[in-house]
């Protein structure tokens, strides 16, 4: 950062520290008033989607009960949460726009799944769901019932982007409409500063009859180190 904007965020009394929390509005602000805005967006973007992974998650204001996910943890399948497969709008109209409850999609079940924070972003496109759809057969070889991708986001919006990515016969495509899903796992996080909005971090999990048997999450949803499914694979 230049030294304009290094005045903007660590004041004289506190040069050792940062406020994390207005640091991408700085440069969020910063970006707009430029007169080169739509060329720096993209450094504004990826800079701002590694700062909002210091943001906490918070499942309270929503008043659900939430527990960090990781290894050895049993999801709770009598919860009220739920998903929503992707389809189109017809296809809700004439299901009655229904819901997949947690206890349908891992009772009894060894499920592969992943979460990502978009549909149609870069690194979700290109090479996570990809990654998982090259070793789908493999899951199942090794006894997986399922390989699931879950996001936040619309069910149609996430049908049009496996229909495109055309692996809707390896995997399930699933919506964490509401978000509940991800608060509920404390994997919820907020990028609105990279103009997204709340989201999901970039992980993966092996999850046998609801309890979690592999995990693996991003330090920054921006990266694609730990989440692969090569990784999964060698964990189940």
Same mark, same amino acid.
């Given at each position: 950062?230049?030294?304009?904007?290094?005045?903007?965020?660590?004041?004289?009394?506190?040069?050792?520290?940062?406020?994390?929390?207005?640091?991408?509005?700085?440069?969020?602000?910063?970006?707009?008033?430029?007169?080169?805005?739509?060329?720096?967006?993209?450094?504004?973007?990826?800079?701002?989607?590694? !700062?909002?992974?210091?943001?906490?998650?918070?499942?309270?204001?929503?008043?659900?009960?939430?527990?960090?996910?990781?290894?050895?943890?049993?999801?709770?399948?009598?919860?009220?949460?739920?998903?929503?497969?992707?389809?189109?709008?017809?296809?809700?109209?004439?299901?009655?726009?229904?819901?997949?409850?947690?206890?349908?999609?891992?009772?009894?079940?060894?499920?592969?799944?992943?979460?990502?924070?978009?549909?149609?972003?870069?690194?979700?496109?290109?090479?996570?769901?990809?990654?998982?759809?090259?070793?789908?057969?493999?899951?199942?070889?090794?006894?997986?019932?399922?390989?699931?991708?879950?996001?936040?986001?619309?069910?149609?919006?996430?049908?049009?982007?496996?229909?495109?990515?055309?692996?809707?016969?390896?995997?399930?495509?699933?919506?964490?409409?509401?978000?509940?899903?991800?608060?509920?796992?404390?994997?919820?996080?907020?990028?609105?500063?990279?103009?997204?909005?709340?989201?999901?971090?970039?992980?993966?999990?092996?999850?046998?009859?609801?309890?979690?048997?592999?995990?693996?999450?991003?330090?920054?949803?921006?990266?694609?180190?730990?989440?692969?499914?090569?990784?999964? !694979?060698?964990?189940?």
């Amino acid at each position: 950062l230049t030294k304009k904007y290094q005045k903007k965020i660590i004041s004289p009394q506190k040069k050792n520290k940062t406020d994390r929390g207005s640091f991408g509005s700085i440069l969020e602000r910063e970006a707009l008033r430029s007169p080169r805005a739509a060329m720096i967006r993209p450094a504004f973007a990826l800079a701002a989607l590694k !700062l909002s992974a210091f943001r906490p998650p918070n499942a309270s204001s929503m008043g659900i009960r939430s527990f960090a996910a990781s290894v050895g943890s049993q999801i709770d399948l009598d919860s009220h949460i739920s998903l929503q497969k992707a389809r189109t709008w017809d296809e809700g109209v004439s299901s009655k726009f229904s819901t997949t409850p947690l206890l349908e999609i891992f009772r009894g079940k060894k499920v592969v799944m992943f979460g990502l924070p978009g549909a149609f972003t870069g690194v979700c496109t290109q090479q996570h769901v990809p990654s998982f759809a090259r070793n789908a057969d493999k899951f199942i070889e090794k006894g997986a019932d399922s390989v699931i991708c879950v996001s936040v986001n619309d069910p149609y919006v996430l049908n049009a982007w496996a229909e495109k990515l055309q692996c809707k016969d390896k995997i399930s495509f699933y919506s964490d409409f509401d978000g509940k899903f991800h608060k509920y796992l404390e994997l919820n996080i907020d990028l609105s500063s990279a103009l997204l909005g709340h989201r999901s971090q970039r992980w993966s999990a092996f999850v046998d009859d609801g309890k979690i048997k592999a995990f693996n999450v991003e330090k920054v949803p921006s990266e694609f180190k730990v989440s692969d499914a090569s990784t999964l !694979l060698e964990q189940i």
